[in-house]
C-alpha cells in the first residue's frame, strides 16, 4: 500500500468517489495561484506613469526570464497589461484563491508512491516516481531562434510508465466535476517541454498528460465521529500538443517584449486608473 493510507479514502459503491477525512492541522489560507510580488496601489501607479514604461523599457534588476506554466493559463487568459508588468517589473497583481494550494498538496502527499491503477485505471501502467519538483528548460526558440526566456515550474506528480516514458499529472481540487483539461492543457505542456528539453541533465520522454480531479459530493460524519468531505475523482487526459504550445509561447514572449498594453477590461486596473482620478499618483 502507498504512503497515506487506505483509510484515508475509502471507495464509495458504484461510483469513482472517495471519503476525505479532516485534515489533523487546518490549512492555512494559500492562494494556489503564481506566486510573485504584492505591491501597494502607488508602486503599480509609478511604474505606469513614467514616459519610459510608455515605450517598453524593463527595469532588467526585476524583468524575469523565467516564464512560469501556470501563467501560460491563467495569467494569459486574464489582463496582458498586468502580465506585462509582472515579466518587465517584477509586480504582481495580487490574486487570493483560498485553500487551493493545501488541497492540492493534499492530493500529491496521498499519493506520493502509488502505481497508476490505485489512482485510475485509465492512467498508463506504472507509479508516481516524484512529485513537486522544479524542472527548468533550455531557452525558448522564437522563430526559430534562442531566446532568453526558458520554462521553469514545479510539477505535481510525475509518473514513470512500463515502457519507459513519463507522465505528467496536475492535481485539482473544484467544486464541481466539471472538464477544464483544454484550459489547462498548454501549463501542463509546458512541464513537458521543460523535461524533455532540460536545461541540465537527461531529458524524459513524456508520454502522457493529464489532471487527477477530486470535486465535491457532501459532507459526511457528525461530532462523535469526525466530520469529512465525500469527493469525487475524476481523471482528465491531455493530448499532447507541441505546436500549441509554441504558439502559446511565441504570442506570450512578443507580448511581453513589445510595448506596455492598453488596460483589457481588467478590474484591477480599473480600481488604479479611478483611484488615481481622486487622489492623484501620491
Not at 502507498?2 to 471507495?11: P, V
Not at 509518473?159 to 501542463?188: H, N, W
Not at 509554441?246 to 492598453?262: A, D, G, W
Request: with cysteine; proline share 6%; glycine share 8%.
Amino acid at each position: 500500500m502507498w504512503a497515506g493510507g487506505r483509510a484515508f479514502l475509502r471507495a464509495i459503491v458504484g461510483e469513482k468517489r472517495q471519503n476525505l477525512s479532516c485534515p489533523d492541522k487546518r490549512p492555512e489560507l494559500d492562494s494556489g495561484a503564481p506566486q510573485g510580488m504584492v505591491i501597494s496601489m502607488s508602486a503599480h501607479e509609478e511604474i505606469l506613469s513614467t514616459n519610459d514604461n510608455k515605450t517598453g523599457k524593463t527595469n532588467d534588476k526585476k524583468a524575469r526570464e523565467f516564464i512560469s506554466p501556470s501563467d501560460l493559463t491563467f495569467s494569459w487568459n486574464d489582463c496582458h497589461r498586468c502580465l506585462w508588468l509582472y515579466y518587465n517589473h517584477g509586480v504582481k497583481n495580487p490574486s487570493f484563491m483560498p485553500l487551493v494550494g493545501d488541497l492540492a498538496d493534499m492530493q500529491e502527499r496521498y499519493f506520493d508512491g502509488a502505481s497508476s491503477h490505485h489512482m485510475d485505471p485509465g492512467i498508463p501502467k506504472g507509479k508516481v516516481l516524484d512529485r513537486g519538483k522544479f524542472v527548468v528548460s533550455k531557452p525558448i526558440e522564437v522563430n526559430g531562434q534562442p531566446s532568453k526566456f526558458a520554462i521553469r515550474g514545479k510539477y505535481d506528480i510525475l509518473m514513470e510508465f512500463e515502457d519507459g516514458s513519463f507522465g505528467v499529472i496536475d492535481c485539482k481540487f473544484q467544486a464541481r466535476d466539471t472538464d477544464k483539461s483544454d484550459f489547462y492543457a498548454p501549463q501542463l505542456e509546458a512541464y513537458a517541454f521543460a523535461l524533455e528539453n532540460p536545461a541540465q541533465g537527461e531529458p524524459r520522454r513524456v508520454s502522457s498528460l493529464g489532471l487527477f480531479v477530486w470535486s465535491l459530493v457532501t459532507p459526511r460524519g457528525n461530532a462523535d465521529s469526525g466530520f469529512g468531505l465525500q469527493l469525487k475523482s475524476s481523471w482528465r487526459p491531455i493530448e499532447r500538443n507541441p505546436e500549441a504550445l509554441q504558439s502559446r509561447l511565441t504570442e506570450f514572449i512578443t507580448m511581453i517584449s513589445s510595448p506596455v498594453k492598453n488596460a483589457q477590461n481588467c478590474a484591477h486596473c480599473r480600481y488604479i486608473s479611478e483611484r488615481r482620478e481622486i487622489l492623484g499618483t501620491e
